[in-house]
């Protein structure tokens, strides 16, 4: 596929990237060049080809969660530097 230099200048332009005529043409070549490769691999045949999601056969290593009891009210707020009403007493933020 070749790729010309009006959907360079389109391409540069959504990437907000100014591009000398020099470049252009470079790009342009290289770009064709690697599309003119991946036509190459869709030739290859894959047909007894299992897909993959990764190339490594890993397993989540995640752990089951589990309903445990949590801290008891007022040792969570033992430590608080101020509480009011049986919470947090924190300053004001929002003006």
Do not use: C, W
Not at 27 to 39: H, K, P, R, T, V
Not at 64 to 90: C, T, W, Y
Request: aromatic share 4%; no cysteine.
């Amino acid at each position: 596929m070749k790729v010309d230099l009006r959907e360079v200048e389109h391409v540069s332009r959504l990437a907000r990237i100014y591009l000398t005529d020099t470049e252009k043409s470079k790009f342009s070549a290289e770009l064709s060049s690697i599309l003119e490769y991946m036509d190459l691999l869709s030739e290859v045949d894959t047909t007894d080809v299992t897909p993959t999601v990764h190339t490594l056969s890993i397993i989540n290593a995640l752990r089951h969660d589990a309903r445990k009891p949590s801290i008891p009210h007022d040792d969570a707020l033992q430590n608080a530097p101020s509480e009011s009403n049986g919470m947090f007493s924190v300053p004001k933020v929002i003006e």
